[in-house]
């Protein structure tokens, strides 16, 4: 069964600074997808950004990139100049790429504070 | 176009209550999930829809939990008889496909909080 791993329960970071979440896994397939989602105190799931297990290229969104080492079975999200509104709960996913798999499988999230 | 719908927001009530929470899919949305969240566990998927037939319900703790999806833009999870330890955010999920192509993830609902006293 695979498993998301978030080391960090809490972090916290000053506005304008750059803030590093760790994420890793474990698997035994080599294709797959891997997410974060954020989760702010209105308990809504926004997707962040994803990274398709195939591509050694890592997924950039804005101010948002990742670190995807698969050897390591790494998967860190970076928050470049952190704005207040970043601040939320941040959930690594997993999920399989191959026929008949459809289940997210999340971690236990860490708790980004934004400090003004 | 319209997010994926739960209702209610909240709910409270006391144990032994038969609880029933709602979810509106995305249209032409052909995958429908149930998550719940708590602190102890995280995000955990119940069970999942395809096309209205329950594919995989091997995440539903007891037999006191059911799910049914009458047709494709309607589902229902329902507890009966409810219990404390029920208490939690549950959320629905709905994606065109397996939610993984770029522009098809899982969306997420607003989530529901259960409250059982």
């Known amino acids: 069964a695979q498993t998301v791993t978030q080391s960090q329960p809490e972090m916290s970071v000053q506005e304008a600074e750059t803030v590093t979440l760790s994420c890793t896994y474990d698997?035994?397939?080599?294709?797959?997808?891997l997410f974060w989602y954020k989760q702010p105190p209105s308990r809504q799931m926004i997707l962040v950004i994803r990274?398709?297990?195939?591509?050694?290229q890592n997924a950039t969104e804005n101010r948002f990139s990742v670190n995807f080492q698969k050897a390591a079975k790494s998967f860190s999200l970076k928050i470049s100049d952190s704005q207040l509104g970043d601040a939320a709960m941040y959930f690594c996913a997993y999920i399989n790429s191959g026929a008949g798999s459809y289940q997210l499988t999340f971690g236990k999230g860490t708790k980004l504070s934004v400090i003004p | 176009d319209a997010g994926v719908i739960q209702s209610p927001r909240h709910e409270v009530t006391e144990m032994g209550q038969e609880v029933t929470l709602r979810c509106k899919p995305i249209?032409?949305?052909?995958?429908l999930f149930w998550y719940r969240q708590t602190m102890m566990r995280g995000l955990e998927l119940l069970i999942y829809f395809n096309n209205n037939v329950p594919i995989d319900d091997s995440g539903m703790p007891e037999d006191r939990f059911s799910a049914k999806m009458p047709n494709a833009s309607f589902s229902t999870l329902k507890i009966q008889p409810s219990e404390p330890r029920d208490s939690a955010v549950y959320f629905c999920?709905?994606?065109?496909?397996?939610?993984?192509?770029?522009?098809?993830?899982?969306?997420f609902g607003d989530g529901t909080r259960l409250s059982i006293l």
């Open positions: 249209s032409g949305h052909d995958y």
């Open positions: 990274q398709e297990a195939y591509k050694q």
């Open positions: 999920a709905s994606s065109l496909g397996q939610g993984i192509g770029p522009n098809q993830p899982q969306h």
């Open positions: 698997t035994s397939e080599s294709d797959y997808y």
